[in-house]
């Protein structure tokens, strides 16, 4: 091993290309020198004594313990004030006002299928109302093994304080809740999907005051949904399907009956120019869902319900653009339509939060 001499020593100290001052500390400004700034925004506090306070938030106690599985479950005035209490939940999370009202209340979620909307609104929404959430999917339960839909109804309802359900089959979920003491609510089923147009009444209640929806599509469970919800608050709907996917009947004439005393119209058509003329909402769901059979014939069949510019054009002009979501662009809507100003899908899309937050506080206060 080499060592250096002195004299390499003082050569080698002589190359370095900085000086080397151990007894002199380098001032960095402080923050208070920075220019264009304020204390206030340099400045956040968390926590303190007003960390945990909030303001009071009457509501009322009859939605209590209730069940939502249908969207007829809620009466007009009842889905007036779940709106009511939705818009008003969602003013104090705009205005990052602390709403933890259901501090120590636990919401189990079953999902039978993927979901990205419904699951995400439910569990951040109930981590914002100061409570929790428990994601259970299709390999999470012991159903799969055999165990009944009743047994475990009564098992969760010791643990959880409501439970949210997507299933495949309509007649599941009633089964769950006629076997649970707590409150169960509709996440998607093959019959209706009441969580998300609830939320599209509160979409459309803040874009319009009387209107009409033209929905373009499948007469599936949305356009039941839309229907019944619909003419429960007096918006009118129009519904166009070919003639092989049309709404259920019943369910048609169950909601002209809904809007004789509301004033709604509701219609049902093989037109979509005749659907969406002069409405103030155009409206459309993706036209093959997941383990639809016949893909083929149904794409076909829905291909001429498409909701394009043209569709667009004879709508009213201040029309607006929804869709429930997933979205395959350039199958159900034309993407200039579907990304375009008069677009509102993901207005619709937020709206889930606070609409879901609404039923969680009314259903379980």
Not at 268 to 282: I, L
Request: net charge negative; proline share 5%.
């Amino acid at each position: 091993m080499h060592h250096l001499s002195a004299s390499e020593a003082a050569t080698s100290t002589q190359t370095v290309d900085f000086p080397i001052t151990p007894n002199v500390l380098h001032t960095v400004p402080s923050v208070q020198q920075l220019p264009g700034q304020s204390a206030q925004e340099r400045t956040v506090v968390l926590g303190g004594p007003h960390a945990l306070s909030q303001p009071a938030f009457s509501v009322s106690t009859r939605l209590r313990g209730r069940h939502v599985l249908v969207d007829t479950d809620l009466t007009p005035d009842e889905l007036s004030e779940v709106l009511d209490t939705a818009a008003r939940i969602k003013r104090a999370w705009k205005t990052g006002q602390p709403h933890a009202y259901l501090a120590g209340k636990t919401l189990g979620l079953i999902f039978q299928h993927p979901s990205t909307r419904t699951r995400v609104s439910l569990e951040a929404g109930m981590a914002q109302l100061g409570g929790q959430a428990i994601f259970l999917g299709v390999n999470d339960l012991q159903m799969k093994r055999g165990e009944t839909i009743g047994d475990t109804a009564q098992i969760l309802s010791r643990y959880v304080d409501a439970l949210v359900a997507r299933v495949a089959d309509h007649d599941d979920l009633v089964t769950l809740a006629s076997s649970a003491s707590i409150p169960v609510m509709n996440g998607l089923s093959d019959k209706c999907h009441p969580l998300q147009v609830y939320a599209d009444m509160l979409t459309l209640q803040e874009n319009f005051g009387e209107l009409k929806v033209a929905y373009l599509g499948d007469g599936n469970n949305m356009a039941s949904s839309l229907m019944l919800s619909g003419a429960a608050m007096g918006v009118s709907v129009s519904i166009a399907s070919p003639a092989s996917l049309q709404p259920d009947p019943t369910v048609v004439a169950h909601a002209q009956w809904l809007g004789k005393t509301s004033g709604a119209k509701i219609e049902v058509t093989t037109d979509p120019y005749v659907a969406a003329k002069d409405a103030d909402a155009v409206y459309t769901d993706v036209h093959v869902s997941m383990g639809q059979e016949d893909a083929a014939g149904r794409a076909v069949a829905l291909a001429p319900f498409k909701v394009t510019s043209d569709i667009m054009a004879t709508a009213h002009r201040n029309a607006v653009f929804m869709h429930c979501l997933p979205m395959h662009r350039d199958e159900e809507v034309a993407t200039d339509v579907a990304d375009g100003p008069r677009s509102i899908i993901f207005d619709q899309a937020e709206n889930r939060l606070h609409m879901h937050k609404a039923l969680l506080l009314l259903t379980t206060c």
